[in-house]
Every structure is written in structure tokens, then in C-alpha cells.
């Protein structure tokens, strides 16, 4: 039973740091004990700080103590040693730290143990040898314990090194206890525990919402795909009609059956071309809102409240849904009439051909298709689905990019053209022969911003990433890379690979850009308090995602990117 009490008691003889049976051991005014040179060490590496503080714990000192030897400790210490009660050392019987895994605090040498514990109030990590303190010791049975992490430091206040207990609505931000009576004093403040319960309640809403979303989704997909099918056999019955009609028909009439099967396959080929597109963007947004409700789903059930509070703001925004608007599928006629105007033919003579092939083409072109149409009113225009998420689509213009006599002002949103250079560094995007910039975003899908010009000229423009920045090749509107509209107090002109186009139009300092890449539509509008009056519109194909870009012409004029919320 003595041997017994030996084995029993040596755990209490060991140092926290190496593990060990103390060897000279010293003992803090704090009670704890520990090694001479693991103390003089830990102490060490803490000089730059001008604090020192207890490894266990964690009581300060601001001058650094003067070590004393407790020989009652090291007379036991001795005993066991002689006895041969030293038992195997504690570390061998945790695991080293594999990687990526979060290793002990307290720990030294080449090979640290794996955590188990996080303690909340330490802001160490412990292994299951440095963690039997915080069971035995009456003081440290109260402190918070979580899995171990390796965002500690992420919980601990930068400016006072105290854990980030508060959350600051005023800003924003977590911050300590202390803050709350310096930089945020006076601010609303509530725990991070009570503001996590709120913004949980509200990541359910987001969840119900993105869940509802999918489901919505998955009903247009569903219609959207039948309504391809009914097209093609109603596209494909037409031309079988019309063949059939047309072979009753004389000769003459031979040369109008072969223009109008052509007419009906190139709409039904746009059409169901269309629909692809809309088919593969539903696609990727439900497995989109997959990937953001499994986001989700994990975050709501996070024990990390710094976490959780660090990621609500992006993982619970709308930013996941595509710029593809719900889709209403047009009753199934489609070539029906065609096929009834067709067999009116047969019954009519020739010299009533020309006059019916009129009605004929009339009657194709107007089959409904399904992509939605371009936005009327600065209201429409407002609602399109990227600024539904307005953190994630504001422009910025990239400095890297900027002419050198540009100047960037109001959080990179404004451009002035100066006499003097800036010091921007050399940079390969950076445009060097005209006063240009282009923003840091690459847009997609259907977009709307407004840019707010003052000065004698001011351009807007939207041009692949790709465009030369050196060379006259670099001008806006000058090759087939960039579109631009040039607003001046003479009017507007609009340039793209160097073919101008006169545009007329009310005059405004405030131009509206729409953009629909997958329409395939670029629009210019002349903003007048909440009226839009279009100046122009290219319909083409983009074959790359689009940048906008703005250009000044003289020394003071100046353009903003305006805020719409």
C-alpha cells in the first residue's frame, strides 16, 4: 500500500512543461512548481511581451520573479527517485500531434502531444498529461473547456489580450469586456452567447428560405424541361405538316416549302438553344443552394460562437442565387398555328403564294421563347439579381490598373484626372498611353451600375481583362475587346472596334449601364432622378466575362461609381 501511495503521489512531483520529475525545482508565488530551466525557458521566449505569467495559471508579473530553489520539493522529489517510484513519464501515454491536428501549449521539444482540450479562460490548448490540472485543481474545474481549436488566438482581444466575450452591434465585431468601457464605450453591446442565439434564429430563416428556394427551383426545372420536349415534337410535328401539305401542292409552291421548313428549324433551334442555357444556369444554382444549405446546416451546429459570428455575415447572405429569374413557361402551341396557315395554302393558288409567305414568317417569329425581357424601367433595372446581394457586387476601381495621372478616391468608387503623376508601382495591368481604368470585378449574368460624371468628357465603358494596356490598340472602343459611350457637353457617341455610332438622347452627368451577357445585351441609359430614357443597345455575343471601365479626357473632370442602396 506505501509502494502504492508513491505511484499515486508522483504525478503531483511532475513539471507541466517537460514532463518530468522536477529537476531543481522552483516554485511561483502563484504555489505552482516547476523545472528551473523550463520556467527560465517559457520566461525567455516571453521577454519581447515585458510580462510574464504562470503557465497554469496564467496569474501576471510584471517584473520578471526571482527564482528560488524549494528544496522540500527537490527532498521528495529525491526519495522517489530512490524508492524507484518514478513510473513512466505522462507524455507516453498521449499521442503525438499528427498534421493539422492542434498540438499542446505546454509541451516543448521537436515532437508536441495532440491537444484534446481548448481551455476558454487560459487560451491554451492541453494534452490529456497538461490537462489534469484543470480536473484536479478546485480553481481550474471551472474554467470553460472545448475541443481543441486552433483559433484561440482568434478569441483572444488584439488590443487588451483578453477574450472576446462582447459583441459590439454598433460595429459590428466581437470585442472584450474592456473595450466596452474605451473604444466602444456607449456602444449597444450584448454577449457573443446572445448574439449567436439571434443570429441562429435568423440563419433558420436563411436556411427555410434557401430550402424553399431549391424547391422552386426544381419545379421551374421540371416545367422548363417538359416545356423543351413539347417545343421539339411541336417544332418537329410543324415540319412534318408543312411536308406533308407541301407535297399536295403544286410545283410552284416547292421552292416556299423548302424556305419555310428552314424558317421553323432555325426557331426551333434558337429556341431550345435558349432553354439549354437557362437549363444548365438552373443546374448550377440548385447545386449551389445545395452547397450553401449543407453550409448551412454545419455552421448552425458549430460550438464555436467566434466562428460561427465570423462566417453568418457571408454563409447567411442570398449571394449563392443566379442572375436567372423565374421562369414562366408559355402555354404548348408553339407551331400549331403554323401548321393551320400552312394547310390554308394548299387550298389557295399561286398567285397568292408571296402574300401568304408573309404570314407565314410573321407567325414562326412570333413563338414565345424563354428568356426573360430586358428591364424598362430604373426600378426593373434596380431589381436585377446581382444587386440583391449588394456586399458582393459593389464596383471597385483597381488600382493596378489605373493610368497614372488617375487619382482613386471614396473607397476606390471615384477617378479624378490630375496634372501630376501618382506613384502608383509599375504593374503589367496597368494602362500606360490613355487616362484609363478598369474596375477590380469581372461581371456575369444580368448586372446594373451608374456612374456619376462631372467635366467637359467622360467615358464609360466595359472591356474583356484581356485588352492591351500599352499601345493605341489600349483605347477604349477602339478594337473589338471594349464598348465604350463617350458623354461630352456636344452629345453622346457610342465606339466599338472602331466603328462610331451618333447616339442621341436627354443629357445627363448620371449614365446607367446594363449588362445581360448571357442575352448577350450591353444598354445605356441617361439617369434623371428615377427616370431612364435608353441611349443605346448592342446586341452581340460575348465570349468573355466583362470589366467596366471608365475614361477621362481632361485635366480635372472626374466619374464615381454611385452607391444604389
Known amino acids: 500500500m506505501a509502494q502504492q501511495g508513491v505511484v499515486l503521489d508522483q504525478d503531483q512531483f511532475c513539471c507541466s512543461i517537460c514532463l518530468d520529475l522536477l529537476k531543481d525545482p522552483v516554485t511561483l508565488h502563484c504555489g505552482h512548481s516547476y523545472c528551473s530551466s523550463c520556467i527560465e525557458g517559457c520566461w525567455d521566449q516571453d521577454e519581447q511581451k515585458g510580462v510574464y505569467s504562470c503557465p497554469q495559471c ?165 416545367e422548363l424541361q417538359q416545356a423543351v420536349e413539347s417545343f421539339k415534337r411541336s417544332g418537329q410535328a410543324a415540319v412534318e405538316d408543312s411536308e406533308r401539305i407541301f407535297t399536295e401542292i403544286i410545283c410552284s409552291i416547292e421552292r416556299m416549302r423548302s424556305r419555310v421548313k428552314d424558317l421553323i428549324s432555325t426557331q426551333q433551334g434558337a429556341a431550345v438553344s435558349q432553354a439549354g442555357r437557362l437549363l444548365v444556369s438552373l443546374e448550377q444554382e440548385i447545386a449551389g443552394l445545395r452547397r450553401k444549405d449543407a453550409d448551412l446546416e454545419k455552421l448552425s451546429h458549430t460550438e464555436d460562437n467566434i466562428h460561427f459570428l465570423r462566417n453568418y455575415q457571408s454563409l447567411s447572405s442570398t449571394s449563392v442565387y443566379s442572375d436567372v429569374p423565374s421562369i414562366s413557361v408559355p402555354p404548348l402551341q408553339y407551331f400549331i398555328d403554323v401548321t393551320e396557315v400552312v394547310s390554308e395554302l394548299r387550298d389557295k393558288l399561286e398567285e397568292l403564294i408571296q402574300r401568304e409567305w408573309s404570314n407565314i414568317y410573321t407567325t414562326v417569329s412570333t413563338v414565345d421563347v424563354f428568356l426573360p425581357p430586358e428591364p424598362k424601367t430604373r426600378a426593373d433595372l434596380l431589381s436585377c439579381e446581382s444587386l440583391k446581394c449588394p456586399d458582393s457586387c459593389q464596383l471597385t476601381l483597381d488600382p493596378n490598373t489605373a493610368h497614372r495621372n488617375l487619382f482613386l478616391s471614396e473607397e476606390n468608387r471615384k477617378v479624378t484626372r490630375l496634372n501630376q503623376q501618382q506613384p502608383y508601382p ?84 448620371r449614365v446607367g449601364v446594363y449588362l445581360d451577357d448571357k442575352a448577350g445585351t450591353l444598354s445605356f441609359y441617361s439617369v434623371v432622378s428615377d427616370t431612364v430614357t435608353l441611349l443605346h443597345r448592342v446586341q452581340t455575343t460575348f465570349t468573355q466575362k466583362l470589366c467596366p471601365g471608365i475614361r477621362l479626357y481632361n485635366h480635372g473632370d472626374s466619374a464615381e461609381i454611385m452607391k444604389l442602396w
Open 426 to 509: 509599375d504593374h503589367p495591368e496597368r494602362f500606360t498611353k490613355y487616362t484609363q481604368v478598369l474596375c477590380r470585378e469581372a461581371l456575369s449574368g444580368r448586372c446594373y451600375w451608374e456612374v456619376e460624371g462631372r467635366g467637359d468628357s467622360v467615358t464609360m465603358a466595359v472591356s474583356y481583362k484581356d485588352i492591351s494596356r500599352t499601345g493605341g490598340n489600349s483605347f477604349f472602343g477602339y478594337n473589338n475587346k471594349s464598348w465604350r459611350l463617350r458623354c461630352s457637353s456636344d452629345g453622346y457617341t457610342f465606339r466599338h472596334n472602331d466603328v462610331v455610332t451618333a447616339v442621341s438622347g436627354p443629357q445627363s452627368s
Open 58 to 222: 496564467r496569474q501576471s508579473f510584471t517584473l520578471r520573479p526571482a527564482l528560488k530553489r524549494n528544496n522540500m520539493l527537490a527532498e521528495v522529489v529525491e526519495k522517489l527517485k530512490e524508492t524507484g517510484g518514478a513510473q513512466a513519464a505522462p507524455s507516453e501515454l498521449t499521442s503525438p500531434a499528427g498534421p493539422g491536428e492542434v498540438t499542446c501549449d505546454l509541451c516543448t521539444g521537436p515532437r508536441k502531444q495532440r491537444a484534446l482540450k481548448s481551455c476558454l479562460v487560459c487560451l491554451l490548448s492541453y494534452c490529456q498529461t497538461h490537462l489534469q490540472p484543470h480536473y484536479q485543481i478546485p480553481k481550474m474545474k471551472n474554467h470553460k473547456l472545448v475541443e481543441a481549436t486552433s483559433g484561440l488566438q482568434e478569441m483572444i482581444c488584439s488590443s487588451h489580450d483578453k477574450l472576446l466575450e462582447v459583441f459590439c452591434r454598433t460595429d459590428q465585431q466581437c470585442i472584450c469586456y474592456q473595450c466596452t468601457m474605451e473604444n466602444h464605450k456607449g456602444h449597444d453591446t450584448v454577449s457573443v452567447k446572445a448574439e449567436r442565439k439571434e443570429k441562429q434564429d435568423k440563419l433558420v430563416l436563411s436556411q427555410q428560405e434557401v430550402q424553399q428556394r431549391v424547391q422552386q427551383r426544381e419545379k421551374e426545372l421540371k
